[in-house]
């Protein structure tokens, strides 16, 4: 069902632009990956019309969809039928079950922001999180790695700061632009909810290092960490000394 209705919203027009957005031309990261032209306002609201609908064993099929916008739409149906078992911690377990099984399909960066922090971090909140430190550290693909990472979003809105910290040292020196991205965005988090830790933070080393953080990490996690801060003191970071690569 769910990729019926979803190529019939299909729009042409549009796929060359989202291809080319989410960088699916050869060697980019999204190598590959095929587009109906749906934008995320139209899937949310086919979501909503279906999700009460769908069943686990349905989204098997979706989730594993050609077609980036169908495997987005199966996600977050997965978000609602998670979200709306409150009750029913078994049904929400195999939610989270399925969400890992199934994490191969989620290979773009909007399929992973769009679903994780929703449904893993959530679970999180109150069990074990060594699953977001071996996905940071281990993950099999820079998604799983992202996943590792954004989940701590949900953490960050109740206030919980010592994971983002902890998993941000975990990627601090990743080579891929995505992580540095997504790194740097849940510091900002971090930053929002308590500015002082944040700056402790950036300015001493990681654990067995010896550089402040602020001139060890990419400038592209750093940028992103500090962009809610005063110019003067967002210039003050940046300008930190870079260390020589040995």
């Not at 769908?54 to 050609?66: M, N």
């Not at 601090?172 to 830790?197: F, N, P, Q, S, Y």
């Amino acid at each position: 069902m769910i990729e019926e209705r979803m190529i019939a919203l299909r729009d042409d027009t549009q796929v060359e632009n989202l291809s080319r957005f989410f960088k699916t031309g050869p060697g980019q990261y999204g190598e590959g990956d095929r587009f109906l032209g749906i934008k995320v306002p139209v899937t949310r609201s086919l979501v909503k019309e279906i999700w009460k609908e769908c069943s686990l064993e349905e989204l098997e099929t979706a989730v594993a969809s050609p077609w980036h916008e169908v495997r987005l739409c199966a996600l977050l149906v997965l978000v609602q039928l998670y979200k709306h078992a409150r009750k029913d911690i078994g049904f929400r377990g195999r939610c989270v079950e399925f969400y890992l099984s199934h994490t191969r399909y989620i290979n773009n960066w909007d399929l992973v922001d769009l679903s994780c922090y929703e449904i893993l971090g959530s679970w999180l909140l109150d069990k074990d999180r060594s699953i977001l430190y071996s996905l940071a550290r281990d993950g099999r693909t820079i998604w799983e790695q992202r996943i590792g990472i954004v989940s701590c979003m949900q953490l960050v809105r109740h206030g919980e700061l010592a994971d983002t910290l902890a998993i941000s040292d975990i990627l601090l020196h990743h080579r891929h632009d995505l992580i540095h991205k997504a790194t740097g965005w849940m510091l900002r988090e971090v930053g929002k909810r308590d500015e002082a830790l944040l700056r402790s933070y950036l300015e001493t080393p990681a654990p067995g290092e010896s550089v402040p953080r602020c001139a060890a990490m990419p400038r592209t996690m750093l940028r992103y960490a500090i962009e809610k801060l005063p110019e003067a003191d967002r210039m003050a970071f940046m300008n930190r000394p870079v260390p020589a690569q040995g």
